[in-house]
């Protein structure tokens, strides 16, 4: 066998091309981004599609799988993708956000290349640039584990995706004129599941079949711009098996609050009378709750799905106590032989506590957002290419906001931020939410262990309550309402890395910041060159590419 993958092989797998040369598999995709009409509330809006599709294709691959997608941008403004999950371990020049990476000129192309390092689990992609998500150009992402490497379940019958989001029927560039414009969005018009909505008059097509007796698995992501949501299958409970690429405690539930920017994983088992069946997603903390479904059906059933809906659950005390319930699976392997609980983040000392409280403030007469007392604003210039161009002083300033939240924090600031954070040390980020809707964040190139959430304010006291044992490795966590999240990590990833609120009007309003990580010994051990080929914009464009590390 051994022998036989040092032969080499190319052959076309589900829309993409795969090639293995003795190493790491590298499978290459070609995605066109085209405008095109989409409906999903009933409603044509202008959406944008990856190879005429909406949502996007999946991206399927394997641990330590070399990916190379060449995106092609059909439309007539800046686009740009990132890969929400993905660590992009040494190479932080793929991430595919704007302070990592120019955004695609209209007609033009650029080529992806990143390695899914010793990662498992569900992900997702989508755009980052201007209101592109609100419409589409996302898609679900997974990772699946090397055969070698045991999974702690047996083998579903087949793997679905299920993408459930808020939907605008105002378009994004109308979206984007209204935040432009300083004003809030407001509440959705719906909810979609895999950009469908179920009508119920008998005629619906099933958005996924199960067959009797067999167990299947689902990767639900909430892709939407704002809203959380609670899913669930009517008359069937969900086993919990993985979150955001770590396995969890398997336990059973009959709903699931899923964040703006989260996938879980479960296991939903057709045990039950062989007909149809609803898919139900439903808005969450909002005023008015809107409710969308699709069909599962079973093969051979008979018998519409009942009108009856499972009601979602009330309050967001509730989803407070079901992220509690969430534990890691110490003794799975994930993307390793090791078993996940082999590293001890319990019995490692902070360096470093960083509390960041989000707020939201007129800046003359406009909306926008902060993080202690800074609203984040996009250079011309990425940050990540001005570091390495040596020009950084030219385009931002390290350290320009607080470890704490300012006492004031009525008064804003608007530019780059840019955390200066000292290599492999372990640190404590405190959310603190003094508003009143809930928040969702996302940090790129790491995952961190949520270990503690409550309400009302943080202190040194609430470590005390710190879960230091099984928490779940993850790279989102929500902050409920007038409460805190903690979580932990080690700045061990090199590179320029997002901070960013998932919520994505907070996002685009300066609701996010960037962690500069660089080694001293500026070794190609610890971050990868500049890519040949990179776009360059700004200030460095035309400039003479600096010298590569060498070693």
């Given amino acids: 066998m051994a022998r036989l993958m040092l032969i080499s092989m190319l052959f076309l797998l589900a829309g993409s091309m795969l090639m293995v040369q003795g190493g790491d598999p590298t499978l290459f995709f070609e995605w066109n981004v085209t405008y095109g009409t989409i409906a999903p509330l009933g409603v044509p809006v202008k959406g944008i599609l990856i190879n005429g599709q909406f949502p996007g294709p999946n991206l399927n691959s394997t641990t330590n799988n070399n990916i190379v997608v060449n995106v092609f941008n059909n439309l007539d403004e800046p686009f740009l993708v990132t890969w929400d999950g993905v660590q992009h371990r040494k190479n932080s020049w793929q991430d595919g956000v704007l302070g990592t990476n120019c955004p695609i000129p209209p007609g033009k192309n650029y080529t992806y290349k990143f390695q899914v390092k010793d990662q498992i689990g569900s992900y997702m992609y989508y755009p980052v640039t201007a209101m592109h998500k609100a419409v589409g150009g996302f898609g679900g992402l997974r990772v699946n584990s090397r055969l070698l490497i045991p999974v702690p379940y047996a083998d579903p019958a087949d793997d679905y995706t299920l993408l459930v989001g808020d939907f605008f029927n105002k378009g994004h560039t109308s979206l984007k004129?209204?935040?432009?414009?300083?004003?809030?969005?407001?509440?959705?018009?719906?909810?979609?599941?895999?950009?469908?909505?179920?009508?119920?008059?008998?005629?619906?097509?099933?958005?996924?079949?199960?067959?009797?007796?067999?167990?299947?698995?689902?990767?639900?992501?909430?892709?939407?711009?704002?809203?959380?949501?609670?899913?669930?299958?009517?008359?069937?409970?969900?086993?919990?098996?993985?979150?955001?690429?770590?396995?969890?405690?398997?336990?059973?539930?009959?709903?699931?609050?899923?964040?703006?920017?989260?996938?879980?994983?479960?296991?939903?088992?057709?045990?039950?009378?062989?007909?149809?069946?609803?898919?139900?997603?439903?808005?969450?903390?909002?005023?008015?709750?809107?409710?969308?479904?699709?069909?599962?059906?079973?093969?051979?059933?008979?018998?519409?799905?009942?009108?009856?809906?499972?009601?979602?659950?009330?309050?967001?005390?509730?989803?407070?106590?079901?992220?509690?319930?969430?534990?890691?699976?110490?003794?799975?392997?994930?993307?390793?032989?090791?078993?996940?609980?082999?590293?001890?983040?319990?019995?490692?000392?902070?360096?470093?506590?960083?509390?960041?409280?989000?707020?939201?403030?007129?800046?003359?007469?406009?909306?926008?957002?902060?993080?202690?007392?800074?609203?984040y604003v996009e250079p011309t210039t990425p940050l990540k290419l001005a570091e390495y161009y040596g020009v950084a002083d030219k385009v931002f300033k390290y350290d320009t906001i607080p470890d704490e939240p300012p006492s004031d924090n009525t008064k804003v600031t608007l530019a780059p931020i840019v955390l200066n954070m000292t290599h492999r040390n372990f640190v404590e980020i405190i959310f603190e939410n003094h508003e009143t809707a809930i928040q969702s964040y996302h940090l790129s190139g790491y995952s961190f262990f949520a270990v503690g959430m409550d309400i009302g304010k943080w202190s040194p006291e609430k470590r005390m309550n710190y879960n230091l044992l099984d928490a779940v490795s993850r790279h989102t966590i929500q902050v409920f309402p007038n409460s805190w999240s903690a979580i932990l990590l080690t700045f061990d990833n090199c590179g320029m890395w997002n901070l960013r609120s998932e919520i994505w009007d907070r996002h685009y309003l300066g609701q996010q910041l960037y962690a500069s990580v660089i080694s001293p010994n500026r070794s190609l051990k610890d971050e990868y060159n500049l890519p040949e080929g990179v776009l360059t914009c700004g200030i460095v464009q035309g400039m003479p590419r600096p010298p590569p590390f060498s070693s």
Avoid at 218 to 243: A, D, P, W
Avoid at 244 to 265: A, I, K, P, R, W
């Fill in 177 to 375: 004129k209204i935040l432009d414009s300083g004003r809030n969005l407001g509440r959705c018009d719906g909810v979609h599941l895999n950009g469908k909505v179920a009508k119920g008059d008998g005629k619906d097509e099933p958005l996924f079949t199960m067959e009797a007796g067999k167990t299947y698995k689902y990767r639900i992501c909430n892709t939407g711009i704002k809203t959380s949501l609670n899913v669930r299958f009517q008359g069937h409970t969900m086993k919990l098996v993985e979150m955001e690429g770590s396995h969890t405690m398997q336990n059973d539930y009959d709903f699931l609050d899923v964040h703006v920017g989260q996938c879980f994983s479960v296991l939903v088992t057709a045990n039950q009378e062989p007909r149809d069946y609803y898919v139900v997603a439903s808005t969450r903390f909002t005023r008015r709750e809107v409710t969308a479904t699709g069909i599962i059906r079973y093969k051979n059933g008979k018998g519409a799905a009942s009108s009856e809906l499972p009601p979602p659950p009330v309050g967001w005390a509730w989803s407070l106590n079901q992220f509690r319930t969430f534990r890691w699976n110490l003794t799975s392997n994930a993307a390793r032989p090791n078993p996940q609980g082999s590293y001890k983040y319990g019995s490692i000392n902070i360096t470093r506590t960083i509390k960041l409280a989000n707020t939201a403030q007129r800046v003359d007469g406009k909306l926008r957002y902060a993080l202690n007392g800074a609203s």
